[in-house]
């Protein structure tokens, strides 16, 4: 494999980080990490490495951080102006600065939560979603899709499931939710959780960098255990000596939605949480504030868990996508089994300082 | 003396969020003079909002305004020179965490101030948290008997807004969270509690600057555990046991603490109600305003360069002995984490 000088935008997120991470502890390539504010390098500065300021909606920035790199991993997250802003700038700086290679992090639920049975890369996409991420990474798809035609640089696009793992929402943001009594099931989570821890994607990212057959290619990403959400929500219950059985099982009902339903499901999101845990804590309360007045209620969001409609299609989707073009593509094949990748992230929580069962004192 | 005219070297963050507003708030009674900043567009942008205040790029520029006090809020790496540069000109100096990069600059920076029959006091704004006053009375009366234990757990992902990423350098700061948010935790502790003794110290740095760090300590009898983070929030809580109950403060709480008595007693929540939203830069204030008493012969609250000493050797040496922290998810499958 060739050696590679990676960029990674967005490498203060929770994906990009455990990029930066393992690209440079595992020491076959070099790897430069892009944030749009110096404070973004916090955890990237544990390692002697090139750290680059720049806003990716800034063409010109960007291109002068993309300088001496040859792949670009687009890694950010956000809301709709976030994901779909940064993509012709990105795409354009990569030109600008001879880059070979953008690999773009989608999503699967690009294919809806609860995906039909048989779903793969040939299934078509569809705006008409009820949920506005998935909207957003579908249109960012065709975006890319359009540039990669007119442009030079090649690429990739990813579509993993639920990413799991140290620093994910999907836990950290769990783990507070039970500690908070704001945790719920709906329709027990029997439907299944279409997850992949984050080594697993890291892995597949680096299958990515190289092999001309692989530009403009798309590959959905999971793993070979497909567990009930139920049994997820189990592990973590049980890290923390919780009892699964606590955690209140919900009915949801599909109705038209609301305004206050659509800013709740916003606000509930793990994207949009994920986005506002990075936000310094004033701004996070200013937020809590402009929720509460836009859903108009007069005070905070409502105390005790209500489901939002993504979750509740999450916790009853029956099929997940299947990922077997990545295996066959890429040689895509998860290395971390899920029971190591459950210690390992039980093994950050407490490092984290939640209340996980036989961790020494903070 | 009485303190009239002040200058600040460092037109940074801290000063632009924290020193201005409380000079604002002050102009009737402090003339500002001066602001230094190698950046001469960012000082003139601060010294335009006082009249008649010089916007330089030296500090012996700024030294030359002849001011009774300066404020050092410059990075941490020029904190030993400025502060030596302004006590020698028979300035005052206020200088902000951390006080220098090595125990040897601070010991040299306390000599000078010594020296020159100047003070220099040392930023640690968390001592004007009126919780901080609490705590104190608290402990210092004894009622809650000896201390059993310390934890501490204070971190959240990095938001202060930096100029660049030099500030996660050794060179520049000193060190990672321990050096930032360490000092002010271990200067309250020992304020408190009285000196403490390094156990152990690991963190996270693998080339670069920690964003995670955890240092079990001693004092006396009575074992800690400090856990700083820059990474993830969690609640940032300071818990103190003690044979008869527990204090526990969070810090985002700047006036107010939580008593626990043991038995059935409950809880209490204690508040300084004549403090009911204050706010950083309040405190920042009455350390300044503390410090101007203290030069005009009233008693105040000041750190000094010698209380402040003890952290920072406690600093260097947790630095000089550190180990790896335990991370068995960092490093991919068949590589070691730390080289």
């Known amino acids: 494999m060739a050696r590679h000088r990676v960029a990674v935008i967005g490498a203060n997120g929770f994906i990009g980080n455990r990029i930066v991470e393992m690209l440079h502890l595992g020491g076959d390539h070099e790897v430069c990490p892009i944030v749009r504010r110096a404070s973004g390098l916090a955890l990237a500065s544990r390692f002697a490495l090139d750290g680059r300021v720049a806003d990716a909606r800034d063409e010109q920035a960007t291109a002068m951080a993309l300088q001496g790199c040859d792949i670009v991993v687009h890694a950010l997250s956000g809301d709709r102006a976030t994901i779909l802003g940064t993509l012709d700038p990105v795409y354009r700086a990569a030109e600008k600065a001879g880059c070979r290679r953008l690999i773009y992090l989608s999503t699967a639920v690009v294919h809806g939560q609860a995906p039909d049975a048989g779903t793969d890369e040939t299934s078509p996409l569809s705006r008409k979603q009820a949920v ?76 990515c960098l190289d092999g001309a057959d692989t530009d403009g ?40 939605p609301t305004l206050k339903d659509r800013l709740d499901a916003l606000r509930l999101s793990p994207a949009v949480k994920s986005v506002t845990r990075s936000m310094p804590r004033r701004l996070q309360d200013g937020l809590g504030a402009f929720w509460a007045a836009a859903s108009g209620s007069k005070s905070a969001p409502p105390s ?29 094949s998860p290395p971390v089994a899920p029971d190591e990748a459950w210690r390992r992230t039980i093994a950050w929580l407490a490092f984290a300082g939640y209340p996980v069962v036989g961790a020494q004192d903070a | 003396m009485s303190v009239t005219t002040i200058a600040i070297s460092g037109c940074g963050a801290v000063t632009h969020h924290y020193y201005l507003p409380v000079l604002e708030a002050r102009r009737d009674r402090l003339n500002i003079v001066g602001f230094h900043d190698p950046d001469t567009a960012r ?21 030359a305004l002849k001011p009774d006090l300066v404020i050092i809020a410059s990075p941490p790496a020029a904190h030993a020179d400025q502060t030596i540069s302004a006590l020698r000109q028979s300035a005052h100096v206020l200088c902000e965490k951390p006080m220098a990069l090595t125990l040897a600059d ?118 800690g555990v400090i856990r700083l983070s820059r990474d ?21 709480d700047m006036a107010a603490v939580t008593l626990f008595l043991d038995g059935d007693a409950g809880q209490l929540r204690i508040t300084d109600e004549t403090a009911n939203g204050i706010t950083f830069p309040d405190c920042i204030g009455l350390q300044l ?32 002995e550190r180990g790896p922290m335990e991370m068995p998810w960092l490093a991919p499958v068949g590589v070691a984490a730390h080289g």
């Open chain 2, 289 to 320: 305003d503390a410090i101007i008493d203290h030069l005009a012969g009233k008693p105040a609250r000041i750190v000094r360069a010698a209380n402040a000493l003890p952290v920072v050797a406690l600093i260097e040496r947790a630095y000089r």
């Open chain 1, 132 to 207: 506005d991420y998935n909207v957003s990474k579908v249109m960012a798809e065709r975006r890319l899709s359009v540039l990669r035609k007119r442009g030079k640089v090649e690429l990739v696009v990813l579509r993993p499931g639920i990413v799991y793992g140290p620093r994910s929402q999907w836990i950290g943001g769990l783990a507070d939710d039970m500690l908070a009594g704001m945790a719920y099931l709906v329709d027990g989570g029997s439907g299944m959780f279409n997850g992949i821890y984050v080594d697993n994607l890291v892995d597949a990212i680096t299958r």
């Open chain 1, 304 to 332: 005790g868990p209500r489901p939002t409609l993504e979750m509740a299609l999450l916790h009853r989707s029956p099929h997940v996508p299947s990922w077997e073009k990545a295996r066959r593509v890429l040689g895509y």
């Open chain 2, 232 to 252: 993830w929030d969690r609640p940032n809580l300071i818990d103190l046991r003690f044979a008869q109950g527990s204090v526990q403060w969070r810090a985002e």
């Open chain 1, 217 to 256: 290619q798309t590959f959905l990403l999971g793993e070979e255990a497909t567990p009930s959400w139920h049994e997820v929500y189990h592990r973590l219950a049980l890290a923390m000596g919780r009892d699964i059985a606590d955690i209140p099982q919900l009915s949801f009902e599909e109705r038209r």
């Open chain 2, 43 to 63: 000082a003139g942008a601060m010294a335009a909002r006082f009249s008649g205040s010089a916007a330089v790029d030296t500090m012996d520029a700024l030294l």
């Open chain 2, 106 to 223: 601070a010991t040299a920076m306390a000599e000078v101030a010594d020296a020159q029959d100047r003070l220099l006091a040392i930023g640690m704004v968390r001592r004007h948290f009126p919780c901080s006053r609490i705590v104190e009375r608290l402990i210092g009366g004894g009622w809650l008997g000896a201390l059993r234990s310390v934890s501490v757990f204070e971190g959240g992902a990095f938001h202060w807004p930096i100029g660049d990423q030099r500030y996660f350098t050794r060179e520049v700061s000193g060190g990672g969270v321990l050096a930032d948010v360490g000092v002010h935790v271990l200067d309250l502790l020992s304020h408190w509690l009285g000196p403490a003794e390094l156990v152990t110290y690991e963190d996270d740095a693998m080339g670069g600057v920690e964003a995670n760090a955890r240092l079990t300590l001693r004092y006396g009898e009575a074992g």
